[in-house]
């Protein structure tokens, strides 16, 4: 009989706090588990105007084959974007018609970005390919973490900006 008890209260917690989170999803707020940022509650705001340089962003990659051998590889989470991918936490650093030129590190319009230095291995010691830079195309941006071994535009480029889904405003978070 007391494992029938436990067994109940067990499964209620977890329900419960199963719809807890659909709630809060429902509600622009996101867990953020990704060495990107801060590990924490955020909450997605939609902008009333244009997304600018420097505002960090949610923004769902789009479902292409370097995206899909990213999750297989263990970079990007699962999650509700295209791709079965979660969306991405980064900062906008560069938009359309802005240069980017990759070396050792990121330049934008000719000005190094900080923490941007660019890894030819992941974590697993396995190659890893970089965006080979140029002008931003419209309807893009350049999305950028300081965070080490971040995934980010240094690696597969600019995103279309209809994959924004809004800035990202923490909520409460945890940075080690």
């Not at 330049?107 to 900080?114: C, E, F, S």
Request: neutral net charge.
């Amino acid at each position: 009989m007391k494992r029938l008890v436990w067994f109940y209260r067990i499964s209620s917690v977890s329900l419960f706090t199963l719809g807890f989170i659909v709630l809060l999803g429902d509600a622009g707020f996101r867990i953020n588990l990704t060495p990107s940022e801060p590990l924490g509650l955020w909450r997605i705001v939609e902008p009333d105007r244009p997304i600018l340089v420097g505002e960090l962003i949610f923004i769902c990659p789009p479902d292409t084959n370097a995206m899909r051998e990213a999750r297989a590889r263990g970079y990007l989470r699962f999650g509700l974007c295209a791709g079965h991918v979660a969306p991405l936490i980064k900062t906008v650093v560069a938009t359309s018609g802005q240069a980017i030129e990759i070396q050792d590190q990121v330049h934008v319009d000719g000005r190094t970005l900080p923490h941007s230095r660019v890894a030819r291995l992941d974590g697993q010691g396995r190659e890893v390919g970089h965006y080979d830079g140029g002008v931003v195309p419209p309807g893009t941006v350049f999305v950028h973490s300081q965070f080490p071994g971040s995934f980010d535009s240094r690696y597969f480029g600019p995103l279309p900006m209809d994959g924004i889904l809004g800035v990202a405003q923490e909520v409460w978070t945890y940075a080690p």
